[in-house]
């Protein structure tokens, strides 16, 4: 398979993922979109759709990188570290992905699946919170965090990217892409900061606390 033709079943697996849900097309309706002669050529070249979901992610996968590490550089060279900052440094780079051309409307939709549904896409979702801006993001929040926030059960640094995802899925998909993002950043900022400073309280520390068998309440 070219180049060209490889990406473009990845472009149009992008959109159909989009806009049908992940487990929507077929392989053959995306190998058509994409104007590959052989239907079978997705299923050939990138195995089955999970293998077809990571090369659509690692797409977009450079961009927010560069520029999430980017902020993250600033965010240390400046001590204490800021909360809000480090909340920029999370959002900022998503919501610039609103404006590119290149599907990142799209991309941040099909993020949102996989982040809402963390036991079909478990290997997925691993690879995208390998990822080294998003490590390096949590382990800079960590210590901002409740100590019962941190980890299972209440896992807050996923809490947050999850809720981060879902609202630029839903700008994406309502105004795909287009308008002045600036007042939804700021106040998706805000938020983010909010949610890292929530304390736990005495209600929820209460449900997570073992019970006298050994397990959790729920």
């Known amino acids: 398979m070219t180049a060209e033709a490889r990406l473009a079943i990845v472009r149009a697996a992008e959109e159909l993922f989009a806009s049908e849900g992940i487990e ?12 590959q002669g052989n239907t079978n050529a997705a299923q050939y070249h990138f195995g089955d759709r999970d293998g077809l979901l990571l090369a659509v992610l690692d797409r977009h996968r450079a961009r927010v990188e560069a520029r999430r590490a980017e902020l993250l550089d600033m965010v240390e060279a400046t001590a204490p570290v800021e909360p809000r900052a480090l909340s920029t440094a999370l959002v900022s780079p998503l919501v610039a992905e609103l404006s590119e051309a290149e599907g990142g409307a799209s991309h941040l939709q099909v993020v949102a699946e996989v982040l809402a549904r963390p036991v079909r896409f478990a290997d997925t979702l691993d690879a995208l919170w390998a990822a080294p801006s998003i490590r390096r993001w949590s382990q800079l929040v960590e210590p901002l965090l409740p100590p019962e926030a941190v980890g299972r059960p209440l896992h807050r640094r996923f809490a947050v990217v999850r809720f981060v995802h879902a609202e630029l899925a839903s700008r994406a998909r309502e105004r795909g892409g287009r308008g002045d993002h600036r007042l939804f950043a700021s106040h998706l900022v805000d938020l983010v900061t909010a949610m890292l400073a929530a304390p736990v309280t005495p209600w929820t520390a209460d449900l997570i606390r073992p019970e006298p068998h050994g397990g959790r309440t729920r």
């Open 24 to 35: 929507g097309p077929s392989l053959r309706e995306i190998a058509r979109r994409a104007g």
